[in-house]
């Protein structure tokens, strides 16, 4: 095996899972390729697939997805007072961005750079900047 033909099996890959990739919704990646002379290995990687706000850059989708599993079930058990999403967001400091409706519902302590974590009326999460933050809650 040598750099090429691993090069162009990643190609012939991401063609291959084409298929797979819409018929599950999902993207597919391969990791970093390593190989020997007889053989070669990798790490290979499956996303479900989410609709992501427009400001999320494409390479922070796959946090993205991570964040929607996981804040908002952070966010739903402070629910229990109330008996509505809407009902949650109305008694919640709001922001206007892109127009749809976000609240904070968390903060990462590990994420240096966009730290709070910030949620939309249709579930939709992401994470935001102390600078972006001021700006729109303040």
Request: a positive charge.
């Amino acid at each position: 095996m040598n750099a090429s033909i691993c090069e162009n099996f990643r190609k012939d890959f991401a063609l291959a899972m084409k298929e797979l990739e819409k018929k599950y919704g999902v993207n597919v990646s391969l990791g970093n390729i390593r190989y020997d002379n007889t053989s070669f290995s990798s790490k290979i990687e499956v996303q479900e697939l989410n609709d992501a706000p427009s400001f999320i850059p494409s390479n922070l989708v796959a946090e993205y997805n991570d964040l929607v599993n996981g804040a908002f079930e952070k966010f739903s058990k402070n629910l229990n007072a109330c008996k509505s999403l809407k009902e949650a967001f109305d008694n919640c400091k709001t922001a206007k961005i892109e127009g749809r409706n976000w609240v904070v519902i968390g903060y990462s302590k590990r994420a240096r750079k966009s730290p709070f974590i910030v949620m939309d009326e249709h579930s939709n999460v992401c994470k935001i900047s102390v600078e972006n933050l001021n700006k729109f809650f303040a």
